[in-house]
């Protein structure tokens, strides 16, 4: 299954049980949506969240940005109707919370497949169990059609007897492995939530550490921290600028015949190649997200 590069530096949970956040999310300028029936619902509001998601997909609206659907885990009496019900949608995704095996990765694949998904309806897992953790190579391989790893710092910090902290020193273990798994199999991940939304300081630095770590971007509980994730996880100007320069001149170069290039008195190879045209592709996708498409 091939993944498209697509932007995903701001991913805002919506609750399925607030009809309000799913039209409102509509013109948001989040990279992408979870629409979420685990956490944000009510046990007493699953079936009618559940409703209202399948209602708003197949209303649509929400451009090119990607929307995945959080269903409830596979051992609650929720998660069948969960996975019958969206993998009939439009959704791009879904995403299966505590996750802690690859066999749990590839139940769900059955189950949707049994659900008569497409093919393109991808799966991405929330790494947020200690045991999740230790196995993240394993999980972020366990198909194909795993898209995306989404940290749950949250409940890793809880399940981990460990405390919030401004540095995040208790999970920063547990964020480099996954990153190294998702990179491994050539996965996407994003961080996990910043918890106070008066700490905006905070918030920013945050995102800081998580584009310093690797992620592509960071998850979000309130449509206020859009501005400062979109900002911080694109590149900006002047490295597009310098990656389009890297990506002319080595085709230049190979063109010549030339082994080597040098720009500005720096040596470039291969791997800054790779690394501009990453870069350079990203912004495109971002580019394709501006308000006129959506």
């Known amino acids: 299954m091939t993944h498209t590069v697509r932007p995903r530096r701001s991913v805002l949970y919506m609750p399925g049980s607030n009809p309000r956040a799913l039209e409102k999310g509509r013109a948001l300028p989040a990279d992408a949506l979870i629409l979420d029936l685990e956490d944000a619902v009510a046990p007493e509001a699953k079936t009618a969240a559940r409703a209202q998601i399948v209602a708003a997909l197949a209303e649509g609206g929400y451009g090119k940005r990607e929307i995945a659907v959080r269903i409830n885990s596979l051992d609650s009496p929720w998660a069948a109707e969960d996975i019958a019900a969206i993998a009939k949608t439009s959704a791009d995704a879904i995403l ?8 749990m990765v590839q139940e769900l694949e059955a189950r949707m497949i049994s659900a008569g998904a497409p093919e393109k309806m991808a799966i991405q897992v929330m790494m947020e169990t200690p045991l999740g953790i230790l196995n ?27 405390a919030h902290t401004p540095d995040r020193l208790p999970v920063l273990t547990a964020l480099s492995l996954c990153v190294l798994a998702a990179r491994a199999h050539s996965k996407a991940i994003v961080d996990g939530v910043h918890l106070d939304l008066s700490d905006d300081a905070g918030f920013r630095a945050a995102c800081q550490q998580g584009r310093d770590l690797g992620f592509d971007g ?8 859009i501005a400062a994730a979109n900002e911080t996880f ?61």
């Open 234 to 294: 694109a590149p900006d100007e002047a490295e597009i600028a310098w990656s389009r320069k890297i990506i002319a001149a080595h085709a230049q170069a190979v063109a010549d015949g030339q082994g080597v290039v040098v720009i500005d008195g720096k040596l470039i190879e291969n791997l800054h190649v790779e690394s501009a045209k990453r870069l350079v592709a990203l912004s495109q996708a971002i580019a394709a997200l501006a308000p006129a498409d959506n």
């Open 136 to 162: 993240a190579p394993e999980i972020a391989g366990a198909t194909p059609r795993l898209s995306c790893l989404v940290m749950g710092t949250s409940d890793l910090v809880k399940d981990l007897q460990a």
């Open 96 to 103: 299966l919370p505590k996750v802690s095996t690859a066999t």
């Open 218 to 225: 960071k998850t979000l509980i309130h449509p206020k921290t």
